[in-house]
């Protein structure tokens, strides 16, 4: 035996076949066909989530008897504004929506302002006790809304401000700065302390520092718990509806409640005009500003 056959026999056959190389067309193929599943499950998701909402828009355009006679799925005959203006002058929806921008305004405003400066003092600034100070006001989390409304009303009574919209102002205020709180401190806590030592360094105090640093580097987190504690404060019912004690001061929820009684029976095209008035603002200010969301949202993330 020669020393090339023994080393042939010693070494196994290296020649192998070459994987077949797929034209560009199938790989094109071959990935549509797996992301296939994710597509579909898309597709049920936005066909349950938008239908009701196209349905109440395209009911807002029909009329009374259309609602009783035709099918619940048909189109409606002609399309006229006959129902949103009847909504907005009868419906007194006018006047609900303009409360709901006075009550929502002012308390996102200062659930921010006060929830991002609690935030930069319980993480950003050292002082004896912060800590402790942080579980106190997480603990407002843990208690129910529905167990303070009663004693609030009171409260309200005696000061005599229950005939004004101050009421749902401060309660708004006041339930959602812990939630609030407890989100900034988790970005402030994502932000390197280096930059605040280096300021501190540079001569800059705590309130230049909150300004002029914190605010700019939180942005992106400041709008998303803006937008969160806006979708809570608009469509907020129960404490609208605890603290409106006359029909002149009721937001838009409290206002779609009681459209049904504006008429003495439902009547379905007005209902349903002001109902989409609300979904289609609320749903074009997601739309718009859903990157920002997306992006506040991640900066929290970045360091626990």
Avoid at 115 to 144: D, H, S
Avoid at 178 to 190: D, G, K, S, V
Avoid at 220 to 247: C, E, K, Y
Wanted: aromatic share 12%; net charge positive.
């Amino acid at each position: 035996m020669t020393a090339t056959q023994t080393l042939t026999q010693a070494r196994p056959d290296s020649r192998k076949v070459a994987p077949r190389i797929r034209q560009p067309w199938e790989r094109r193929a071959l990935r549509a066909f797996r992301r296939l599943p994710v597509w579909i499950l898309i597709t049920v998701l936005l066909v349950v989530v938008l239908y009701p909402q196209l349905w109440i828009i395209l009911g807002s355009f029909k009329t009374q008897a259309e609602f009783l006679s035709n099918p619940t799925w048909a189109l409606p005959e002609s399309f006229n504004l006959d129902n949103y203006i009847q909504a907005l002058t009868r419906g007194n929806v006018a006047t609900n929506y303009r409360n709901s921008i006075l009550v929502t305004i002012p308390s996102v405003a200062l659930i921010v302002f006060l929830g991002v400066a609690a935030g930069y003092a319980l993480e950003v600034m050292v002082w004896k006790g912060r800590k402790t100070m942080l579980l106190v006001i997480l603990a407002g989390i843990m208690v129910p809304g529905q167990m303070i409304l009663v004693p609030l009303f009171t409260v309200y009574f005696k000061v005599g401000i229950t005939d004004t919209l101050w009421p749902l102002i401060l309660t708004y205020t006041v339930m959602g700065l812990p939630l609030t709180t407890f989100l900034m401190a988790a970005y402030f806590r994502a932000i390197p302390r280096e930059i605040f030592e280096a300021a501190t360094v540079d001569g800059c105090g705590p309130l230049r520092s909150f300004f002029v640093i914190a605010l700019p580097l939180m942005k992106n987190a400041v709008l998303t718990v803006a937008l969160v504690q806006f979708f809570s404060v608009w469509n907020d019912l129960l404490i609208a509806l605890t603290f409106t004690v006359r029909p002149e001061l009721a937001t838009i929820q409290v206002g779609l409640l009681s459209l049904n009684d504006q008429y003495g029976s439902t009547q379905y095209g007005p209902l349903f005009a002001a109902i989409s008035i609300n979904i289609v603002a609320l749903l074009i200010i997601f739309v718009f500003l859903n990157k920002k969301i997306m992006a506040g949202l991640a900066a929290g993330s970045l360091k626990g």
